[in-house]
């Protein structure tokens, strides 16, 4: 292998210098064809005084400049212009882009990997001593360096330059400080010749020869070094690693990477450099007592970021005011969450949390002084709180329990960090971030910047108070919490107070209702801190409530995605935990904590959908008004399950009674969705009427009708008129036509009149199976049916539709009458279908007659009543 390298290396710098003399001969034809254009059309003189060293020129010099009307006169006129030919010649081809670009790079790169390999070959086969590998690879090194500098120079005086060829030059610099830098570390790491100190000056001196050369030689220069650079520890590399000397190199090649960047402003070279510092310093993270020299990387990295690369602080690049620059910001967070993960992978170790809780200061050291990197605090907080969350999760492995134990790694250890310096950690974090988050408004002509202050302000005290609690107080009543909680709501109150009544500023609308927004999350804190477990969802639905009337009174839009992004995490908790607080619910019908749980966030949502309808229609409306509905089914709908199943809210499956009961909650409330609709106009109401209609007739087929049929299963009914049937069937009924009723006129004639179809459909049910009570006792589903039941289904049949038919001649109501025809028309085929031939003897002929004689009966009425025909008026005797 070592030999193919070393062949592939020679060729292609035996390739790379006959593109290099090919080039040459270019560049001298063109200076014969420029030379005879020039004999035809002399070059225009050069203005010295247009160079930008040139003093300005003044108005009369500029004047006097200008060219008289004789020399304008003489003027050639301008060359007719060609349209360009659609096959550029300018443009290389693919034989030109290989023989003198990619053979090049190449060329280059093998190069160095033929250095490298070579060293490690050496090393495998003992066929040289260090002592002689070190001196060899340096004067490898010195060999290409030279080379690249040489190639340079001559091509600065030709114009190779212009040409579209790969920088031969470059390249083979950037080769000779890949083998340099490996040289000096592999004599520094591998044999012991040089001490710490004197390695880290050799490799400062590489560094700044890379970064010295880079700027003669351009970015290609750049990437192949500093990528080489970050590379090399892998390629050249020892049985035992050294972490110190590793960082040591790294923080160096960091430096002149930075250094580079910030000279030339190459953005994409410091997220390079970023990048590849950031994947080194996760390096053997959890390797015991690493701690040190990791600590080392991530600190230097940090100060260097800081140094060279945030922009408006100290040697960085200029910044615009007000604006929060990405790379600024992502540079000091890579390095913070480098920190975060140090702590997470030594147990939170005591060294591991100062080095964390140090750079965390920094950070926001850094960002008040720049506003470049106002990003990277925000992200302070965020890992703040991943540090003591996890710190809490391991004091609680319930709270990370799935299904075959609570997940690896999680549990104290004995080498854990001691929770005095946690506290203080907490406390010091709490005041910087609260404070530099008040403090920050004003500051700023940017409204970005303020607002991620007060957000990270308001988030870092409550987010680091909550995992205190869990880890101290293990999520059960804690006063003292409470007392914090309290404390820490009324600094927020103190903070909005004085942010309301200041001058008006950029981002500070946002920044007071932030505040105002922790007032109420530290409030609800507070009762959940002194109250049960399942005041949590009542303390949060009351936020939510807070939040909508806050935003009532200033018009932030934040505010109102807040309440209901609020109302979206109360949905969430009680889908974690339908009972609120487990199995303590009890088995108390009514007045449990389902009626806190539920009722408590119902009303609050139902208010906040009135605070904010008042400042129009919007998504955030919609989400509360979706969990006021919801809360208020879900209420009565887990009290019925609550009461039918003595506290068994998980049963698996529903019985007749707790169908029913359901049934007549939805229609219930769909009847007052209809009503509430027309007056609120509100889509989510208008589709939760629709919903709860189709939800209660799918009960209706489905339950009532089949899976809790008393005529199909053997369910008890218990007494003979009040039993469950009426609750059942004929409620249900008369709540179906009176929804039939809310709709009419409001919806389409089909929709309403199917709503009618079903209360008539639920009324015969009550009828037919009350008929089976009588005759059959308790259990409907047991037992022939008689000739005297059969004839009492006909006569109560007609009974109803008669009802029904006097019922809509006295409103009048035309639906009324068109169900007593529907009635009629059933028992009229009952009759002749099942009665002609199932009754005998007398029940038979009276079934017959009976009709028949109210049939008569119809007619006369719908002949006498309702269809009378008026005599025709009176001839006059004109006519």
Not at 438 to 444: H, I, P, T, V, Y
Request: proline share 5%.
């Amino acid at each position: 292998m070592e030999f193919i390298v070393g062949i592939i290396a020679l060729a292609a710098f035996a390739m790379a210098r006959n593109a290099n003399n090919r080039s040459k001969e270019i560049a001298a034809r063109l200076s014969v064809i420029e030379a005879s254009l020039g004999a035809a059309r002399p070059a225009p003189a050069l203005d010295l005084r247009r160079s930008p060293l040139a003093p300005p020129i003044s108005p009369a010099d500029e004047k006097s400049s200008e060219p008289s009307v004789e020399q304008r006169s003489v003027e050639p006129p301008p060359a007719p212009t060609v349209a360009p030919s659609k096959d550029d010649p300018t443009k290389p081809g693919f034989e030109e882009k290989l023989g003198t670009r990619w053979v090049v790079w190449v060329g280059g790169l093998t190069l160095a990997l033929g250095g490298l390999f070579l060293v490690k070959y050496s090393i495998e086969a003992g066929l040289l001593g260090p002592g002689v590998r070190v001196l060899l690879g340096g004067i490898f090194a010195l060999g290409l360096l030279a080379t690249g500098e040489i190639a340079r120079r001559r091509e600065n005086d030709s114009l190779d330059a212009v040409l579209p060829f790969a920088n031969i030059p470059a390249i083979l610099t950037a080769a000779g400080t890949l083998v340099a830098f490996a040289t000096v570390y592999a004599a520094y790491a591998l044999y012991g010749f040089l001490a710490p100190a004197s390695a880290f000056i050799l490799l400062g001196l590489v560094a700044l020869g890379t970064m010295a050369a880079a700027l003669l030689h351009g970015p290609a220069l750049a990437g192949l070094g500093v990528a080489g650079a970050f590379v090399t520890p892998v390629l050249v590399s020892s049985g035992t690693p050294d972490y110190w000397a590793l960082y040591v190199y790294i923080a160096v090649v960091t430096a002149s990477a930075f250094g580079l960047a910030r000279i030339r402003l190459w953005r994409w070279l410091a997220l390079t450099t970023i990048a590849f510092g950031g994947i080194w310093m996760l390096f053997d993270i959890a390797v015991p007592n690493t701690i040190t020299p990791h600590a080392f990387d991530m600190i230097a990295g940090f100060v260097l970021a800081a140094l060279l690369v945030v922009t408006g602080l100290m040697f960085g690049p200029s910044a615009e005011p007000g604006r929060i620059e990405p790379i600024s910001s992502i540079s000091l967070a890579v390095f913070l969450f480098g920190a975060c993960a140090l702590v997470l992978n030594t147990s939170h170790a005591d060294s591991a949390m100062i080095v964390f809780a140090g750079l965390t200061v920094a950070t926001l050291v850094v960002a008040w002084r720049a506003e470049s990197a106002t990003g990277a605090v925000g992200a302070a907080a965020l890992f703040a709180f991943i540090v003591f969350a996890e710190w809490a999760i391991r004091a609680n492995p319930d709270l990370a329990t799935v299904a075959g134990g609570a997940m690896p790694g999680i549990g104290t250890r004995a080498d854990e960090g001691s929770i005095n310096l946690h506290l203080a950690t907490a406390a010091i974090f709490a005041l910087g971030f609260g404070a530099a988050g008040f403090l920050a408004q004003g500051r700023s002509v940017g409204a970005i910047v303020p607002v991620v202050w007060a957000a990270s302000g308001v988030f870092t005290p409550i987010a680091l108070l909550v995992a205190l609690y869990a880890r101290i107080a293990h999520l059960d009543r804690s006063i003292p919490f409470a007392v914090l909680a309290i404390v820490l709501a009324a600094a927020f109150a103190t903070a909005t107070e004085i942010l309301s009544k200041r001058d008006a500023r950029p981002g500070q609308a946002i920044a007071t209702a932030l505040f105002a927004t922790g007032t109420l999350a530290a409030l609800a804190l507070a009762f959940t801190f002194a109250l049960e477990k399942g005041w949590l969802t009542i303390a949060l639905a009351l936020m939510s409530l807070g939040t909508a009337w806050i935003s009532m009174k200033r018009p932030i839009p934040f505010l109102r995605w807040l309440a209901a992004i609020l109302a979206g995490i109360v949905v969430l908790r009680i889908g974690y935990e339908p009972r609120i607080v487990g199995n303590e619910i009890g088995t108390t019908p009514i007045f449990n904590w389902l009626l806190l749980g539920y009722g408590i966030p119902a009303l609050s949502f139902w208010l906040a959908s009135y605070f904010m309808g008042k400042r129009g229609d919007d998504v955030p409306l919609r989400a509360i008004e979706s969990a006021a509905i919801l809360f208020t089914v879900l209420l009565a709908f887990m009290e019925i399950r609550h009461y039918v199943n003595n506290g068994d809210v998980y049963r698996a499956s529903a019985g007749l009674v707790e169908s029913g009961l359901q049934v007549c909650v939805a229609l219930a409330m769909a009847i007052g969705l209809e009503r509430l609709r027309i007056r609120s106009g509100s889509i989510v109401h208008n589709v939760a009427a629709v919903l709860l209609t189709v939800l209660a007739g799918g009960a209706i087929l489905f339950g009532l009708f089949f899976l809790e049929n008393p005529t199909i299963w053997p369910y008890r009914i218990e007494g003979e008129f009040i039993n469950e049937l009426v609750l059942c069937y004929a409620l249900p009924s008369v709540l179906a036509l009176l929804l039939s009723y809310a709709a009419a006129g409001q919806r389409r004639t089909g929709y309403v009149n199917t709503i009618a179809g079903g209360a008539l459909v639920l009324a015969i049910a009550y009828i037919s199976f009350e008929i089976r009570r009588l005759y059959q006792g308790p259990v409907l589903s047991h037992g022939g049916t008689s000739d005297a039941e059969q004839y009492t289904y006909s006569v109560a049949w007609l009974a109803f539709g008669v009802l029904l038919l006097v019922a809509g001649l006295v409103m009048p109501s035309q639906r009324a009458r068109l169900a007593s025809a529907v009635m009629i028309t059933l028992t009229v085929l009952k009759v002749f279908v099942i009665d002609m031939s199932a009754l005998t003897g007398a029940y038979r002929a009276f079934s017959f007659i009976g009709l028949g004689l109210v049939l008569m009966a119809i007619g006369w009425l719908y002949q006498r009543v309702l269809f009378r025909q008026k005599p025709p008026p009176a001839s006059s005797g004109a006519a």
